[in-house]
């Protein structure tokens, strides 16, 4: 959409869209940066993604469901995010609220925070 990249696997290295890109023009200008500013090799959530060619300029926000802190992996701080969002203890906003909602009902729940698990033990991965 206008404000998200997303449906991008786990562990997936920035270099693949690079190379995608670049196979539609050699003129776009693309950037990467984490949410501390650096450079990224692996998409995380919360990384900021800068399109540019001759005409327009866009830049969008990394969204992997369940990647809830932004850390590019999908553990038990994310499922302990998930509780504490919904418990109130800490509210989540932006592209990390999106994140918390992996089963994309709207709601962050227990729903989520189970889908999280599940995908932490290897029962059912998390559809991005």
């Known amino acids: 959409n206008d404000k998200y990249l997303y449906g991008i696997n786990l562990n997936t290295g920035t270099?693949?869209?690079?190379?995608?890109?670049?196979?539609?023009?050699?003129?776009?200008?693309?950037?990467?940066?984490?949410?501390?500013?650096n450079n990224s090799s692996i998409f995380k959530t919360g990384d900021k993604v800068n399109i540019k060619s001759s005409s327009e300029e866009k830049s969008y926000e990394?969204?992997?469901?369940?990647?809830?802190?932004?850390?590019g992996v999908i553990d038990k701080l994310d499922y302990l995010a998930i509780l504490r969002h919904y418990y109130g203890y800490k509210k989540y906003d932006g592209v990390y609220k999106e994140a918390a909602d992996v089963n994309k009902d709207g709601v962050i729940?227990?729903?989520?925070?189970?889908?999280?698990?599940?995908?932490?033990?290897?029962?059912?991965?998390?559809i991005q």
Request: net charge negative; charged share 30%; glycine share 6%.
């Open 62 to 71: 990394v969204l992997i469901y369940g990647d809830v802190n932004g850390d």
């Open 15 to 37: 270099n693949s869209l690079y190379n995608n890109l670049k196979e539609i023009s050699d003129s776009l200008s693309i950037t990467i940066k984490d949410k501390d500013n």
């Open 109 to 126: 729940d227990k729903l989520d925070y189970l889908a999280v698990l599940r995908h932490y033990y290897g029962y059912k991965d998390i």
